[in-house]
């Protein structure tokens, strides 16, 4: 039998799938490692850590392998997306790497504006300059750490550098590129104009491939360190968002994702780059090669609910958590949240917003807070939903994969709130899975992506809108979405008090 590996390289995790040729996932290793948080905004992470645990993980699994490892043909690459990783001339790691939900850009996101104007930022990158893009952060190191920023050779995304540290051999690819700010979508060519008005040297771009490109095999001393094969053949991958589109099958127009993990997406296949959505959600080349997807953004749709068990059910696990959640009716007994706990990305582009509870009675208990969390969260994603249907497009079926898939109570939710039929695929690792098709397609074991997912990915569940609940959700929603314009001048003025 032959397989392939799929790297997710996380924010709190490095999830490793080893898959055989009917797609079976049949070794899955996950490894942690921590966020670096000195301030309020800051999020940080260490690229070593990233490589450390991802060699333990593989370590592990080639442990537990049973057959030859050159019978593992491939490995690729799933990322977080945005992450800045700063190199000097010998490729060594300058400083902790800038994560996606780190929001202390603000003023470079509104210089960036400034140099370049907002028609022709969109123009180049079909993108709005937000926080967690990466040319705003190295912006904000080229200011605030200049004499760090004068030995920069390169810079790389997050699973670049692990990619990297496997082979020898430095690239980015289009998928994670088009999250940069600094890469022509249409082109798919940096742009050498942003980088000049900014003044970057366009040098520190690293070259550009396609997710499905080999880019090299592995080091002798990482085979060393692992026990895989250096026979095996290493393929670019693609930004997390992009393979997890890849590893749900939203390959062709008419398809959509949900997928809620620490940050939340809504995702939808775009064959073309022509549509115009005026930079309200982002557009970005995809892994599939030759297409592009658009996307919505609930910078914590995850972390909302792991921060609320942290800090009210610290002992207790997410199942005991959830438990209760499916006997509190719709609406939670009248209690909102909004998800704003790190600032939001879609449709409010605001680092400074904040979560709030709304209509808090001394009758609610714990678990019309928890439900309340799960509909305020898939609230948040169906504002992206609506985007999407306000310009034109059909959504009347969702994949749903992450951490949102794991509880029929919250996949039941987002049929009602989407209005639309969610689908719960057999694997719900959507990044990991997609990167380990990327390798199966590069190993040649499929003509195409679509004849890779017709056999690797199978439905287990659909769960069908109730209209009593479709409509119920309706009403609230316009409640929902008043919270962000009444509460949005009490946050400005409450930062002040934030350390």
Known sequence: MKYVIGVDLGTSAVKILLVNKKGDVVQEVSKPYPLIQEKSGYSEQNPHDWVEQTTLGLAELMSNFKGNPEEIEGISFSGQMHGLVLLDGNNEVLRHAILWNDTRTTAQCQQIYDVVGDERLLAITKNPALEGFTLPKIVWVKEHEPELYSQVKTFLLPKDYLRYKLTGKLHMEYSDAAGTLLLNISEKEWSTEICELLDIDPSI?????????????????????????????????????????????????????????????????????????????????????????????TLAAGHSLTWFKDVFAAHESFDDLLADVGSVPVGSNGLLFTPYIVGERTPHADATIRASFIGMDSAHQRKDFVRAVLEGITFSLNESIEIFRSSGKKIDTIVSIGGGAKNEVWLQIQADIFDATIVRLESEQGPGMGAAMLAAYGCDWFDSLQQCADTFLKIDKQFVPNREYVAKYKKMFVLYQEIYSQTKDINKKIMEFRD
């Open 205 to 297: 771009c690293p070259p550009l491939v396609n997710s499905d490109e080999e880019v090299g095999l592995i080091t002798a001393d990482f085979a060393v360190a692992t026990g895989l094969s250096e026979a095996t053949r290493v393929f670019a991958g693609g930004a997390d968002n992009a393979c997890g589109a890849i590893g749900s099958g939203i390959l062709e127009d008419g398809k959509t994702l949900c997928s809620i993990g620490t940050s939340g997406v809504v995702l939808s296949y775009e064959a073309s780059d022509d549509k115009d959505f005026e930079g309200k959600v982002h557009y970005f080349n995809h892994s599939a090669p030759d297409a592009f997807y658009t996307m919505g953004v």
